[in-house]
Nanobody, 113 residues
């Protein structure tokens, strides 16, 4: 039913940028607030950013404020996470999430020189 597929992860140098995408299907995407989570090795999963259904309101974890931007294109049923000024501490598996949905496979982001 509900499907959320993350993509765009990879290896990037500190200070670099990366853009993640989340392709949604199986529900009316424009009616739901969405979020990005991440989980680093040996750490608990944490909320990174939230965006309202229309994309007019956003919230960020303190650790990524000023560096990451969450956005969405409801016409394409897609959500994005633009990550700039990346740090090694940003290394994690990144997941997109809809309230009540199961966790998907995520996409790996590795920040290393």
């Amino acid at each position: 039913q509900v499907q959320l597929v993350e993509s765009g992860g990879g290896l990037v140098q500190p200070g670099g940028s990366l853009r993640l995408s989340c392709a949604a299907s199986g529900f009316t995407f424009r009616n739901y607030a969405m979020s990005w989570y991440r989980q680093a090795p040996g750490k608990e999963r944490e909320l990174v950013a939230l965006i309202s259904s229309a994309g007019s309101s956003t919230n960020y974890a303190e650790s990524v404020k000023g560096r990451f931007t969450i956005s969405r294109d409801n016409a394409k049923n897609t959500m994005y996470l633009q990550m700039n000024s990346l740090k090694p501490e940003d290394t994690a598996v990144y997941y997109c999430r809809r309230r009540g949905s199961d966790w998907g496979r995520g996409t790996q982001v590795t920040v290393s020189s």
